[in-house]
Nanobody, 114 residues
Framework: VQLQAFGGGLVQSGGSLRLSCLASGSIFSIAAMGWYRQAPGKQRESVAYITTDGSTMYQDSVKGRFTISRDNAKNTVYLQLNSLKPEDTAVYYC?????????WGPGTKVTVSS
């Protein structure tokens, strides 16, 4: 299983970032994919899911600000983060939606300054 997330960084409150995740082709074509995040001192939580046909679901706190998408030809899932808030600071991970694999990969860190 390959799950390589990148695109994080330091951004001011109200700013934007675009995260990308390259997944193994063997799982990407058949799996709903998701973005998760883990803030310092907190448990990992789901942020957004996207099915193979493009249906999406979002955590309430990010609705209207984050957009998940996928490019099946590139085995890549994206997360567009807009109107970022300090509480969005976390390490962001991608994995299979609903029932993630045990393997998580290193994730990509997003830091939002106030």
């Amino acid at each position: 299983v390959q799950l390589q997330a990148f695109g994080g960084g330091l951004v001011q409150s109200g700013g934007s970032l675009r995260l990308s995740c390259l997944a193994s082709g063997s799982i990407f074509s058949i799996a709903a994919m998701g973005w998760y995040r883990q803030a310092p001192g907190k448990q990992r939580e789901s942020v957004a899911y996207i099915t193979t046909d493009g249906s999406t679901m979002y955590q309430d706190s990010v609705k209207g600000r984050f957009t998940i998408s996928r490019d099946n030809a590139k085995n890549t899932v994206y997360l567009q983060l807009n109107s970022l808030k300090p509480e969005d600071t976390a390490v962001y991970y991608c994995n299979r939606a609903y029932v993630p694999f045990d393997f998580w990969g290193p994730g990509t860190k997003v830091t939002v300054s106030s």
